[in-house]
């Protein structure tokens, strides 16, 4: 199977920074679109940003835009989120995701697979 690691989360004050890592094995990830989503507790997963690896754009949701930016490295197979002026509300286990297609979408539905999880943070 395609495997997928997060790391990098932590525990960061309001308004600092954290950069999360996505390593991946198993398969080339040429043909797929990648995205990182995060869950609250008591809330449903949300997507936060992606990309095609083959595709110029990328994509954010609002409440990132601007805070938050993806990027990848094909060499080390490794997709990566940095997040800088971290709020409160962004607190949440993030994930990274592979949708088997060269379309980025917002469901987590359309993803066929995922990491385990990266716990972040954001407090006083």
């Known amino acids: 199977q395609v495997q997928l690691v997060e790391s990098g989360g932590g525990l960061v004050q309001p308004g600092g920074s954290l950069r999360l890592s996505c390593a991946a094995s198993?398969?080339?990830?040429?043909?797929?679109?990648m995205g990182w989503f995060r869950q609250a507790p008591g809330k449903e997963r949300e997507f936060v940003a992606g990309?095609?690896?083959?595709?110029?754009?990328?994509y954010y949701a609002d409440s990132v835009k601007g805070r938050f930016t993806i990027s990848r490295d094909n060499a080390k197979n490794t997709v990566y989120l940095q997040m800088n002026s971290l709020k409160p509300e962004d607190t949440a286990v993030y994930y990274c995701?592979?949708?088997?297609?060269?379309?980025?979408?917002?469901?987590?539905?359309?993803?066929?697979?995922w990491g385990q999880g990266t716990q972040v943070t954001v407090s006083s």
């Open positions: 995701a592979a949708l088997l297609g060269v379309v980025v979408t917002t469901n987590t539905g359309d993803y066929d697979y």
């Open positions: 198993g398969r080339t990830f040429s043909r797929y679109a």
């Open positions: 990309f095609s690896w083959s595709g110029p754009r990328t």
